[in-house]
Nanobody
């Protein structure tokens, strides 16, 4: 069974750093697109960052310069390093993976495997 499991969320203060992880199981996603999305209270799901199978990255304007997406294929793990966190970054963070696409994938509907999410709360 293919699964994604996020971890590393928590409660932090504005300006702090946090790293969330996404461990994959059931198959390898090496060479395939992966991404991080978030859904804040009362908001729609939005893309945070994406990484192609070859390591090309994309960042939403709201997080550019503060967040870094990376993957370690041998560990089947995707990371999101978040620095200089803001209250507006408060959300459930979800990782996603494609079993078919290898380029940069920015649309949520193009991903076919999702994790359950991990809560990140940033206090002022």
């Amino acid at each position: 069974q293919v699964q994604l499991a996020e971890s590393g969320g928590g409660l932090v203060q504005a300006g702090d750093s946090l790293r969330v992880s996404c461990e994959t199981s059931g198959r390898t996603f090496s060479g395939y697109a992966m991404g991080w999305f978030r859904q804040g209270p009362g908001k729609e799901r939005e893309i945070v960052a994406a990484i192609s199978g070859r390591g090309v990255t994309y960042y939403a304007d709201a997080v550019k310069g503060r967040f870094t997406i990376s993957r370690v294929n041998t560990w089947n793990t995707l990371y999101l390093q978040m620095n200089s966190l803001k209250v507006d970054d408060t959300a459930v963070y979800l990782c996603a993976a494609s079993t078919r696409l290898g380029g940069l994938v920015l649309r949520a509907s193009s991903y076919d495997v999702w994790g359950q999410g991990t809560q990140v709360t940033v206090s002022s």
